[in-house]
């Protein structure tokens, strides 16, 4: 059945969301398609649930590090299963209650996979929905990785829901995914590995500041293996083998679970784009500055659909969002600005990184200087028990503009949002040291940093 829109939206997360409720609240006739429950990989398989188990490792963390400092800890453990059950309170009524509010604003939804059957036309089910315009925000999945028994890998989304953990598991890849993960799992008491074939593990972030974290996760007891290709996975007798290399040394590792945390791709493979004319590249649906596909102007991507330059973060698939809303609606006028956007890995300690790191800021011919150092005999880690913490901030010479913060310790995830403020904003030094701040907090050592 053929039914008429002005605009389509493929995909219920942050940035499909957004473009649905603005079209729809200025007299649009929109509709929402999306084949998985309703909310999106950050409300549902993502960042929420992942920090509420991260939440659990901390108050063990915090814990582990106060015995002898006036808290006795020994019975602080995490109950996988009760864990499991607060988490869900969280996920579990997402789905339903973003369905109610489809319906409330009056945007028709629709259940099944998506794909393209003509220039803003849509196939859904027995249903081809026709828009005038079309915006795609499907997100992104697990990359493919082309080794034998890839198969028997766990997604980051069925990590979230394990009613039990295993005793062993192997984290296919460095990146924020498997960090995370396995320091939530190495904290509820599993032996746990990380793989990962290049020489430094989180390569968004800055090298300085991930070496300290790489040696607390591996005095966590975690096994961070660098340099080491995985080359295959084997199910045996109710575990798995993985096979992998270091140096040219065939090795083999041996774990009840193993983690797909080496990447994700947008989730556009089977929207057959071509019949729309729709042009991708690697990093998606390719689009100009207005976040419009650059061969057909009917259809716009957002968020980890587009080719957009922005980093694959849930606030920007937000703001992509609210661009394309902006550009439908008014005529494309809006470009998005990707400066000051902070970035957070959820390990405990957290680490966290917003605008140039050393290497870039040299290449685009800067000239500035980096104050570092390490912290954590300041006050605000001592006073937690934190050994594992330090920063770097990069100063502009003669405007004195703060062009990159990075942070490790307590309260980075929350403390780099003032650096990103101050990077978005053009801020300077003299900026960040004039105000008060309330003491001691971990925003009063800022003056320190610059």
Same mark, same amino acid.
């Given at each position: 059945?053929?039914?008429?829109?002005?605009?389509?939206?493929?995909?219920?997360?942050?940035?499909?969301?957004?473009?649905?409720?603005?079209?729809?609240?200025?007299?649009?006739?929109?509709?929402?398609?999306?084949?998985?429950?309703?909310?999106?990989?950050?409300?549902?398989?993502?960042?929420?649930?992942?920090?509420?188990?991260?939440?659990?490792?901390?108050?063990?963390?915090?814990?582990?590090?106060?015995?002898?400092?006036?808290?006795?800890?020994?019975?602080?453990?995490?109950?996988?299963?009760?864990?499991?059950?607060?988490?869900?309170?969280?996920?579990?009524?997402?789905?339903?209650?973003? $369905?109610?509010?489809? !319906?409330?604003? %009056? *945007?028709?939804?629709?259940?099944?996979?998506? &794909?393209?059957? =003509?220039? #803003? @036309?849509?196939?859904?089910?027995?249903?081809?929905?026709?828009?005038?315009?079309?915006?795609?925000?499907?997100?992104?999945?697990?990359?493919?990785?082309?080794?034998?028994?890839?198969?028997?890998?766990?997604?980051?989304?069925?990590?979230?829901?394990?009613?039990?953990?295993?005793?062993?598991?192997?984290?296919?890849?460095?990146?924020?995914?498997?960090?995370?993960?396995?320091?939530?799992?190495?904290?509820?008491?599993?032996?746990?590995?990380?793989?990962?074939?290049?020489?430094?593990?989180?390569?968004?972030?800055?090298?300085?500041?991930?070496?300290?974290?790489?040696?607390?996760?591996?005095?966590?007891?975690?096994?961070? $293996?660098?340099?080491? !290709?995985?080359? %295959? *996975?084997?199910?045996?007798?109710?575990?798995? &083998?993985?096979? =992998?290399? #270091? @140096?040219?040394?065939?090795?083999?590792?041996?774990?009840?679970?193993?983690?797909?945390?080496?990447?994700?791709?947008?989730?556009?493979?089977?929207?057959?784009?071509?019949?729309?004319?729709?042009?991708?590249?690697?990093?998606?649906?390719?689009?100009?500055?207005?976040?419009?596909?650059?061969?057909?102007?009917?259809?716009?991507?957002?968020?980890?659909?587009?080719?957009?330059?922005?980093?694959?973060?849930?606030?920007?698939?937000?703001?992509?969002?609210?661009?394309?809303?902006?550009?439908?609606?008014?005529?494309?006028?809006?470009?998005?600005?990707?400066?000051?956007?902070?970035?957070?890995?959820?390990?405990?300690?957290?680490?966290?990184?917003?605008?140039?790191?050393?290497?870039?800021?040299?290449?685009?011919?800067? &000239?500035?200087?980096?104050?570092?150092?390490?912290?954590?005999?300041?006050?605000?880690?001592?006073?937690?028990?934190?050994?594992?913490?330090?920063?770097?901030?990069?100063?502009?010479?003669?405007?004195?503009?703060?062009?990159?913060?990075?942070?490790?310790?307590?309260?980075?995830?929350?403390?780099?949002?003032?650096?990103?403020?101050?990077?978005?904003?053009?801020?300077?030094?003299?900026?960040?040291?004039?105000?008060?701040?309330?003491?001691?907090?971990?925003?009063?050592?800022?003056?320190?940093?610059?």
């Amino acid at each position: 059945m053929k039914k008429t829109f002005d605009l389509v939206v493929i995909g219920t997360g942050s940035a499909a969301s957004t473009v649905a409720s603005r079209c729809r609240s200025a007299g649009w006739e929109v509709a929402i398609v999306d084949s998985r429950p309703f909310g999106g990989t950050c409300a549902l398989r993502g960042c929420d649930p992942k920090k509420v188990l991260v939440a659990a490792a901390e108050a063990v963390d915090w814990n582990q590090r106060m015995r002898g400092k006036g808290i006795r800890a020994e019975q602080v453990r995490i109950d996988w299963r009760e864990l499991m059950r607060f988490k869900r309170s969280f996920t579990e009524p997402v789905a339903k209650s973003r $369905e109610e509010s489809y !319906s409330k604003a %009056g *945007i028709s939804a629709f259940h099944d996979r998506a &794909r393209f059957a =003509g220039p #803003t @036309a849509v196939q859904v089910g027995d249903d081809v929905l026709e828009g005038r315009k079309v915006v795609i925000a499907t997100g992104a999945k697990p990359a493919k990785l082309n080794i034998p028994g890839s198969e028997h890998l766990t997604a980051s989304d069925q990590f979230l829901e394990l009613d039990e953990l295993p005793p062993r598991m192997v984290f296919v890849g460095g990146g924020y995914i498997s960090f995370e993960f396995a320091h939530v799992a190495a904290r509820a008491g599993t032996q746990v590995t990380i793989l990962h074939r290049g020489a430094r593990p989180l390569g968004r972030f800055d090298p300085d500041l991930v070496d300290p974290l790489v040696k607390r996760t591996r005095d966590l007891g975690i096994d961070v $293996e660098l340099e080491t !290709s995985v080359e %295959g *996975i084997e199910e045996a007798s109710g575990s798995f &083998r993985v096979h =992998g290399s #270091t @140096a040219g040394k065939k090795r083999v590792f041996e774990a009840e679970r193993v983690v797909h945390g080496a990447g994700r791709v947008p989730e556009i493979d089977d929207l057959d784009l071509a019949t729309a004319g729709i042009e991708r590249e690697e990093g998606g649906v390719k689009v100009n500055e207005y976040l419009q596909s650059v061969s057909n102007p009917a259809v716009y991507a957002a968020g980890d659909a587009a080719a957009s330059g922005g980093p694959p973060l849930t606030p920007v698939a937000g703001y992509e969002g609210q661009i394309v809303a902006t550009n439908l609606l008014k005529g494309n006028h809006r470009r998005p600005d990707y400066s000051g956007v902070p970035s957070v890995v959820f390990t405990v300690p957290p680490l966290a990184s917003v605008g140039l790191q050393e290497a870039a800021a040299r290449a685009q011919g800067l &000239r500035f200087h980096a104050n570092r150092g390490d912290t954590s005999r300041w006050y605000s880690s001592r006073r937690v028990g934190e050994s594992c913490s330090g920063f770097k901030t990069l100063i502009e010479e003669g405007t004195g503009r703060i062009l990159g913060a990075h942070l490790l310790g307590p309260n980075a995830d929350e403390l780099i949002n003032l650096f990103a403020l101050a990077i978005r904003s053009g801020l300077r030094v003299t900026d960040l040291e004039e105000p008060i701040a309330a003491y001691p907090t971990h925003a009063s050592d800022v003056r320190y940093m610059v």
